[in-house]
């Protein structure tokens, strides 16, 4: 059996530009909910609950500085401005789509990190029955026997 070389990942090499790219938690949210076309701040909100308007703002300056999305701004009164997705942009919806289907086939797994790390998952968000409170009671035995976590 042959064994690799251990890959050394240094500062310039494409895993962690890339890696980089997608360590804001926003990013590939923002990309992806530009696809259908070009769309307004206000509309972008209502497609990322839980954004917020500084945390927003403060992902599309990034990815107009990345050359990801274009801005637009229209010397109207009110102020009209729109984001779309650059030619580079749209290069990033199959990976992203790529993750999100890995992500859709392994929710499961992904639920139970969530619940090691001590955060809701989307399970739990819905049930009102007497699952959730079992699921919280779960969640707080697992956090107390557990070494915190950061956020």
């Known amino acids: 059996m042959n064994k690799r070389e ?3 990942f240094e ?25 259908c076309g070009t769309t307004r701040t206000g509309e972008l909100q209502r497609r990322l609950p839980g954004i917020s308007k ?8 990034e990815l107009e500085r ?18 779309s997705l650059t030619p580079l942009g749209e290069l990033f919806i199959e990976p992203i789509e790529m993750l999100y289907r890995w992500g859709n086939q392994h929710a499961d797994v992904l639920a139970q990190l969530s619940l090691r790390r001590g955060k809701p998952t989307q399970a739990d968000e819905v049930d009102d029955t007497d699952d ?5 009671h779960a969640r707080a035995a697992t956090n107390a026997s557990n070494t915190p976590h950061p956020a």
Do not use: N
């Open 6 to 8: 251990p890959f050394v």
């Open 11 to 35: 500062e310039t090499c494409v895993p962690r530009r890339v890696l980089e790219l997608f360590s804001v938690k926003w990013t590939s949210m923002v990309l992806y909910a530009l696809q």
């Open 54 to 61: 500084k945390m927003l703002t403060q992902t599309l300056r």
């Open 132 to 136: 959730a409170a079992d699921t919280a």
């Open 66 to 83: 990345d050359g990801l999305i274009h801005r637009e701004v229209y010397a109207v009164v009110p102020p009209k401005v729109e984001y």
